[in-house]
C-alpha cells in the first residue's frame, strides 16, 4: 500500500516536472517534455482511475504553487485528463480491441486541440483579431528569415506565410499529440506489463491496429472543410492532421505485419525509421496513404475494424510505435 502511494505521488510529481521542462527552450528539455503523460499513464493502467486522479491532483497543485493556475489549468486539459482516459479506456475495452482505443487516442488529441484554439479566440475579441495579432508576432521573425534567403519556395511574401504559420500551429499540435500520446501509452503500458499489473494480455499490435473504416470518411470531409474560411478551416484542418497522423501509425503497423518473415525484415524497417526521423515529417504522408488504404480495403489477413486474438509477442512487436 506504502508502495502505491509513493508511486501514484511521484507520478503526479514527475508529470508535472515533464510538463514544465520544454520551458527551458532546449533541446534536451524539449525532448523529455514529450514524456508528460508517461507517468500518469503508468499509474492509471497499473492501479486504477483513483490514484491516477490522485497523481493528476498532485501534478496540477505542484504547477499551481510553483507557477501559475492557468499552467496548472493547461496540464490538467492537455496531460492528465487525456491520460486518465486513455487508461480507463484500455481498463475497460475487451481484450485485443485496439481500433477502440486507438480512436480514443485520435478524439481526445483533437479534443484538447479545439479547446485550445477556444481559449485563444476566446482571449481576443475575435477569432480573427487573435489570428492578426500572432500573425503579426512572428512576422519580425519570418521577415528576417526571408531576407536572408536568395530565393523563396513559390514566390510566397512574408507576411503571407507568417498568417499561413498561424493557420499550420493547431493541425502541427494534432500530428504530434496523436504520436507523442501513442508512444506515450505504448511505453506505460509495457512498463505496467513488467510490473505484471496489465489489465488484459499484450496484443498482437502489426495485426490489428487501426482506426474503425468511418473514419477514412471522416478524413475526407474534414479535408473537404479545411477549404472553408476562419475557424472552420482551423477546426477541420486540425481533425484531418490528427486523422492522417494515426493513418500514419497504421500504416506503420502495416509495414511490421507485412514484412514478418522476411530475412531482410530488420533492415527494411530501420531504413523507414531512419527515414522518417531524418526527413520527418514527410514519409508520414506515404505512411498514411498506406494507412488510409487499409481503411478502404484491408491489407492485412483481418481490417482494422476487426479484432485480432491477441498473443504475447515474440520480439517483432516491440519495435512498433502504438497504442
Known amino acids: 500500500m506504502l508502495q502505491q502511494i509513493l508511486i501514484t505521488l511521484g507520478s503526479g510529481v514527475a508529470s508535472a516536472v515533464f510538463f514544465f521542462l520544454p520551458a527551458k527552450g532546449s533541446l534536451l528539455a524539449l525532448a523529455v517534455g514529450v514524456f508528460a503523460p508517461l507517468p500518469m499513464l503508468i499509474v492509471a493502467l497499473g492501479y486504477g482511475r483513483r490514484s491516477g486522479a490522485i497523481a493528476a491532483a498532485v501534478g496540477a497543485a505542484l504547477i499551481t504553487a510553483a507557477l501559475h493556475k492557468w499552467l496548472a489549468l493547461a496540464f490538467v486539459v492537455s496531460v492528465a485528463l487525456p491520460s486518465l482516459l ?3 479506456a484500455v481498463q475497460k475495452s475487451p481484450a485485443g480491441s485496439l481500433a477502440r482505443i486507438f480512436a480514443a487516442i485520435v478524439a481526445l488529441t483533437i479534443a484538447v486541440d479545439w479547446i485550445s484554439v477556444c481559449l485563444v ?4 475579441d475575435s477569432f480573427d483579431a487573435a489570428v492578426a495579432d500572432l500573425t503579426g508576432r512572428i512576422l519580425p521573425v519570418v521577415t528576417a528569415l526571408f531576407a536572408r534567403m536568395e530565393t523563396v519556395p513559390g514566390g510566397i511574401d512574408a507576411p503571407a506565410f507568417a498568417h499561413w504559420m498561424v493557420f499550420a500551429i493547431a493541425p502541427a499540435m494534432a500530428v504530434w499529440g496523436v504520436l507523442a500520446l501513442s508512444v506515450n501509452l505504448w511505453l506505460a503500458a509495457r512498463i505496467v506489463q513488467i510490473s505484471g499489473r ?5 496484443p498482437d499490435i502489426p495485426a490489428g491496429l487501426g482506426l474503425p473504416r468511418i473514419c477514412a470518411a471522416l ?3 474534414a479535408c473537404a472543410l479545411s ?14 492532421a490528427g486523422l492522417a497522423a494515426a493513418m500514419a501509425l497504421q500504416g506503420l503497423a502495416i509495414l511490421h505485419f507485412r514484412t514478418r518473415g522476411m530475412a531482410s525484415r530488420g533492415a527494411m524497417l530501420t531504413a523507414v525509421y531512419g527515414t522518417a526521423l531524418v526527413v520527418f515529417p514527410w514519409p508520414l504522408v506515404l505512411l498514411s ?4 488504404a487499409d481503411l478502404i ?5 483481418a481490417g482494422p475494424s476487426q479484432t485480432p486474438t491477441p498473443k504475447t509477442p515474440k520480439g517483432e512487436e516491440n519495435g512498433s510505435h502504438s497504442a
Open 297 to 301: 480495403r484491408p491489407l492485412r489477413f
Open 227 to 240: 477549404l472553408a474560411p476562419g475557424a472552420i478551416r482551423i477546426f477541420a484542418s486540425t481533425a484531418a
Open 219 to 221: 478524413l475526407a470531409l
Open 198 to 202: 496489465l489489465p488484459q494480455p499484450w
Open 86 to 88: 486513455i487508461g480507463f
Open 121 to 124: 479566440g476566446w482571449s481576443y
Open 289 to 292: 496513404s498506406l494507412g488510409f
